[in-house]
Structure formats: C-alpha cells, structure tokens
Nanobody
Framework: QVQLVESGGGLVQPGGSLRLSCVAS????????MSWYRQAPGKERELVAA????????TYADSVKGRFTISRANAENTVWLQMNSLQPEDTAVYYC???????????WGQGTQVTVSS
C-alpha cells in the first residue's frame, strides 16, 4: 500500500531555512508526479509545490515562488522541499502526496510540522 513518510520540519526563526524530505513506497514512484501540501491551523490544505515524474517541470504556489524549491531522486523514492526565507505565514504541517495539480492518493502521511517564529 501507499506509504508517505515526511520529515525535516522544526522550529526556525523568520528568514531561516529548512529542507523537508518525503520517502515514498507502495507505488511506481518513477512514473508519478509528486507534490507538497501544507495545512495551517484553521485553514484548508493547500498545494505548495509539485514536480513531474522526471523532474522536468515544477509548479509553485504564488506565496512560495522564489523561496521554495522542490526536487526529487527517483533512485531513492524521495522528494524534497527546500524552504528558504521562511516567514511566520509558512507555519503549517507539511505533507507530500502524488500528483501535479490534484491529489493522487487518498493516503496521507503523518506530515511534518514547520513553525516559523522568533
């Protein structure tokens, strides 16, 4: 079955950086676009970034363009989200899933908490 395991979150000051990782299993990772979502308290889950199966194309939410970078390593079944210039509004639980513009899997991982605060 699909398994998605996110890690790398934490507490960081405004302007800081974090690198999130997602290790996936249970499906054909090499053939699957992957994405990062986030959910802040009291808000709906939103798409943050996505990458096609071989990494040729990426897309980002307007709020993170120029600050976040999504990448992947198909040999490792892993997708990363490099987050720079973090701001308090980036505080959320971050999740990975399959898909490019729509969620691919019903299964979600536990997510990883990112808190940006001074």
């Amino acid at each position: 079955q699909v398994q998605l395991v996110e890690s790398g979150g934490g507490l960081v000051q405004p302007g800081g950086s974090l690198r999130l990782s997602c290790v996936a299993s249970g499906f054909d990772f090499r053939s699957t676009s992957m994405s990062w979502y986030r959910q802040a308290p009291g808000k709906e889950r939103e798409l943050v970034a996505a990458i096609t199966n071989v990494g040729i194309s990426t897309t980002y939410a307007d709020s993170v363009k120029g600050r976040f970078t999504i990448s992947r390593a198909n040999a490792e079944n892993t997708v990363w989200l490099q987050m720079n210039s973090l701001q308090p509004e980036d505080t959320a639980v971050y999740y990975c899933n399959g898909g490019y513009t729509a969620v691919r899997f019903d299964t979600w991982g536990q997510g990883t908490q990112v808190t940006v605060s001074s």
